[in-house]
Structures are given as C-alpha cells and as structure tokens.
C-alpha cells in the first residue's frame, strides 16, 4: 500500500494543531513542516472537507480540530487526503485470455480478490484503531512533554517568532 506524500503531511498538522491554543494559518504549519503553503493547503482543504479541521476566517484564522484528538483515526485522515478506496481493484483477469473462466462460472470473489480484500480490511483495521491522541502520546513519550507546547507556543507567536530551545 503506497499512501500519498499528502497523508504524512495531514497527520503531522492534526498532531500539532491539538497543542494550539487558537487557530494556525496553513502558511504557519506549510514554515512549521518547510514545505510549500500551496501543497500544504490542499491536504488542510482535504481534512476541512472531511469534517476533520476547520478554517476560521480573519485576521487571526487558521485550521483548528474540529473533533477531539481522541476521536480522529489515522484511517480518517488517509481517507480524508487519499480517499476511502480500496487500493486493489479485481479486474476479473480470471474470465480473459483463451482459458478464461466464462463469467457464469465465476459464483465467488476470485481467490486473489478475496484475499487482497482480507488484507485491505486488515491495515483499515489497523489504522482505525490508532488516534491523533495516540500520536500526541508518542510524541510525548518519545520528545518529551515539552515539545508540543513548544510547537503550539511557536505556531501562535506569529511569523517573527523564534524557537527557544
């Protein structure tokens, strides 16, 4: 399973954006993340369509959760920035060729079918059962509980702000 460069980048922006006190512009998460505020942008859209973040308007707008962090699944932002598809598509290859199996003998899912939908089924499982809460924890444990009020503290300042170490 190959994610989009997007889905790192969106969950990143929901685990900082619990640290924020207020709202944070894209452009402030796009210089947090050096990446482009444009490529950065979309992924915020793509969360704000799916009822994961949403915009403020105004002079001190920006992207804040809409839901408790406890309540957003790593598999609701993948969805939110890839979409909900599975990503193996059975093109019946089974019923091609000169051997093929006419389709009125195909009663069942192909056997490669079923088991890719098994593991597809698996990973949305997986990722369904770990929280933005669950990556806030991590980082904690792993950075230290300093570490993201430095980021909320730093993200709010405004665009002088500097990192105090």
């Given amino acids: 399973m190959k994610l989009s460069g997007g889905v790192e980048w969106a969950l990143h922006c929901c685990v900082v954006l619990t ?3 207020e709202p944070v512009p894209a452009a402030r998460l796009a210089e947090l993340h050096d990446v482009s505020p444009s490529y950065l942008a979309k992924q915020m859209q793509a969360l704000a369509r799916a009822g994961l973040v949403r915009s403020v308007q105004g ?3 920006g992207y804040v959760l809409v839901k ?3 309540e957003i699944t790593l598999l609701d932002v993948v969805q939110a920035v890839d979409g909900a598809s599975p990503a193996f598509q059975c093109t019946e290859i089974r019923q091609r060729g000169p051997l093929g199996t006419p389709p009125e003998q195909c009663t069942k899912r192909c056997p490669i079918a079923q088991a890719m939908g098994a593991a597809d089924a698996a990973w949305r ?3 369904a059962a770990v929280t933005i809460a669950d990556l806030v924890a991590s980082v904690e444990g792993d950075s230290g509980r300093d570490a993201l009020p430095k980021i909320g503290s730093w993200l709010v300042e405004g665009p002088g702000a500097r990192r105090s170490d």
């Fill in 59 to 61: 002079k001190t707008g």
């Fill in 125 to 127: 499982a997986s990722l």
């Fill in 19 to 21: 640290a924020a006190g």
């Fill in 68 to 70: 408790k962090a406890a």
